[in-house]
């Protein structure tokens, strides 16, 4: 017999913003879609499991930058292969004609998990994927990867030996309060000339509150897991839209803060679940949000309003 999974509870930045953005969605997300990928879970399930794997136009776009930089950072620290922007924007144009072809063709109806879903085919949003908006966002991308590409991080990072990389867009995880912490730094490494350990965080969208809150966040896991105190981190927010940088700073207070802003997001999300131990939350106790322009974005908001008119739902065969 195969191993059962386990809906153990968790926390993640991506995790704790969608709990503040609506507790409907929060749910279908992390407990109504809960064994969706089996054929023989309800219907709700396999719907709300499809659903949490489609990524937007937007995300969609920043995801193919961060996995393109992964891709050329990895393979110059294991073969020394040097960053080339014309190769990195050829990569990603393969990756953007594949994702597109994917969506259009329905191809995450058997494989939601590993096949491209756009929120915009998803539901018709015929505005967002007009030619004028596609090629902004594909100018974006590359425009993106020429930033990376001609800014001082290639040639820094041809310095290094392996050892000096501590994660490239490696999921690993600490832990608070006996609850998991997930993490995905972009970037981290020894710098060769002061010693420290850099944590970068690229950004493809504008600047947020919450983006010190992150890096804080990997600061902390860097304490835990290599035990490299925060007086030994500089963090970097590196927006690559726009080519501007920014330090973040990483004190002692700051990772408090950011620990004790962990805390209160587990708590809340723990006591909106009726049996906390169990980590089983139920619908009725997870109400959809107030703020109905929210709901335009969202990628659950089928499993609220009905399949009807929805060319994705059509598209899977989905029951009005």
């Known amino acids: 017999m195969g191993r059962a999974f386990v809906n153990r509870f968790s926390w993640s930045n991506s995790r704790a913003k969608l709990f503040s953005r609506c507790l409907r969605a929060y749910w279908w997300r992390y407990y109504g879609h809960w064994g969706g990928w089996s054929y023989s879970a309800d219907v709700d399930a396999r719907v709300a499991y499809r659903l949490g794997k489609m990524d937007s136009l937007a995300t969609w776009a920043g995801s193919i930058v961060h996995d393109t930089i992964q891709e050329a950072i990895e393979e110059l620290r294991d073969r020394g292969t040097a960053i080339n922007a014309d190769h990195l924007q050829g990569r990603a144009r393969e990756k953007l004609r594949q994702g597109w072809v994917e969506s259009k063709s329905?191809?995450?109806?058997?494989?939601?998990?590993?096949?491209?879903?756009?929120?915009?085919?998803?539901?018709?949003?015929?505005?967002?994927?007009?030619?004028?908006?596609?090629?902004?966002?594909?100018?974006?991308?590359?425009?993106?990867?020429?930033?990376?590409?001609?800014?001082?991080?290639?040639?820094?990072?041809?310095?290094?030996?392996?050892?000096?990389?501590?994660?490239?867009?490696?999921?690993?995880?600490?832990?608070i309060d006996g609850s998991t912490v997930y993490v995905k730094p972009d970037l981290a490494f020894y710098h060769p000339d002061d010693g420290l350990l850099w944590l970068i965080d690229w950004k493809t969208g504008r600047p947020r509150l919450e983006d010190d809150l992150q890096?804080?966040?990997?600061?902390?896991?860097?304490?835990?897991?290599?035990?490299?105190?925060?007086?030994?981190?500089?963090?970097?927010?590196?927006?690559?839209?726009?080519?501007?940088?920014?330090?973040?700073?990483?004190s002692t207070d700051a990772l408090h803060?950011?620990?004790?802003?962990?805390?209160?997001?587990?708590?809340?999300?723990?006591?909106?679940?009726?049996?906390?131990?169990?980590?089983?939350?139920?619908?009725?106790?997870?109400?959809?949000?107030?703020?109905?322009?929210?709901?335009?974005?969202?990628?659950?908001?089928q499993l609220c309003t009905g399949s009807e008119g929805i060319p994705g739902a059509i598209l899977a065969g989905d029951p009005l």
């Not at 800014?151 to 690993?172: H, Q, T």
């Not at 890096?215 to 963090?235: C, D, I, N």
């Not at 927006?239 to 940088?245: D, F």
């Open 106 to 175: 329905g191809a995450w109806i058997r494989r939601p998990k590993h096949a491209i879903n756009l929120r915009e085919h998803y539901f018709g949003d015929g505005e967002a994927l007009s030619r004028p908006a596609t090629d902004t966002t594909a100018a974006k991308v590359y425009g993106c990867l020429l930033r990376f590409s001609t800014g001082p991080y290639p040639k820094l990072l041809k310095r290094l030996r392996p050892e000096d990389f501590r994660n490239v867009e490696r999921l690993d995880s600490m832990e």
């Open 215 to 250: 890096l804080a966040t990997y600061a902390l896991f860097a304490k835990a897991k290599w035990g490299v105190e925060p007086s030994r981190v500089r963090g970097v927010l590196s927006y690559l839209a726009s080519g501007e940088e920014r330090q973040v700073e990483l």
């Open 257 to 301: 803060a950011a620990r004790e802003s962990i805390r209160a997001s587990m708590q809340a999300m723990k006591t909106a679940l009726r049996e906390p131990d169990e980590n089983m939350g139920l619908q009725q106790d997870f109400p959809q949000t107030d703020d109905k322009s929210r709901c335009s974005s969202c990628n659950f908001r």
